[in-house]
């Protein structure tokens, strides 16, 4: 019985490192893929692609948070695509961890006059994401019902994640194929 728990164990946490894997690769890919063989991130330009691969947005300076800063950098999320005015009532921030904690945060999080503090005060509805897929230095601001991501499994109902046993092998090693086709348009 304990040779089934161990094998248990093991299969388990290979999964686990292969679901891990799998989120930190789609994290990057909404965050900054350039489009060949992957999701156009987030940080790219949507127009202009090459072969195939999209370019990265023009990044714009930001020294501060005030509300005077801060209107004009959301103004630029107010015209579309299309060079038409739609409405904004809501903005998401992803910033790199770090940068989170060292700019973010400390521009972000005010002491209420009974000793409280709140974070992530904004002069604007604003939903703060961090992820590693970042780069340091800079942030990703956009409209969130704008932006999808869709994941599903292969036609007929496949599972995604299979257990496949490798020839030749050792009676208990096993070859977890993980197989994730993205697509956009």
């Known amino acids: 019985m304990?040779?089934?728990e161990k094998k248990l164990r093991y299969s388990f946490r290979n999964r686990e490192l292969l679901s891990e894997a799998l989120a930190?690769?789609?994290?990057t890919?909404?965050?900054?893929?350039n489009g060949k063989d992957a999701p156009i991130g987030m940080m790219k330009k949507l127009t202009g692609a090459v072969d195939g691969v999209?370019?990265?947005k023009t990044a714009v300076a930001v020294t501060d948070l005030s509300p005077a800063s801060y209107g004009p950098l959301l103004a630029t999320l107010s015209k579309g695509?299309?060079?038409?005015s739609r409405a904004v009532s809501r903005v998401l921030l992803v910033v790199n961890p770090e940068d989170y904690f060292t700019r973010v945060f400390p521009a972000t999080t005010v002491r209420a006059a009974d000793g409280t503090y709140s974070k992530d005060v904004f002069p604007f509805p604003t939903t703060v994401v961090q992820s590693a897929a970042v780069p340091a230095g800079k942030a990703?601001?956009?409209?969130p019902a704008k932006y999808f991501m869709g994941?599903?499994?292969?036609?007929?109902?496949?599972?995604?994640?299979?257990?496949?046993?490798?020839?030749g092998a050792a009676e208990d090693l096993r070859n977890l194929p993980l197989r994730l086709r993205t697509g956009h348009g």
């Open 2 to 4: 304990e040779s089934l």
């Open 29 to 33: 890919g909404i965050i900054s893929g």
């Open 151 to 167: 994941l599903g499994t292969q036609s007929g109902g496949d599972r995604v994640l299979r257990r496949v046993q490798v020839p």
């Open 81 to 84: 695509p299309n060079g038409k």
């Open 24 to 27: 930190v690769e789609l994290e």
């Open 140 to 143: 990703v601001m956009g409209l």
């Open 54 to 56: 999209y370019s990265d």
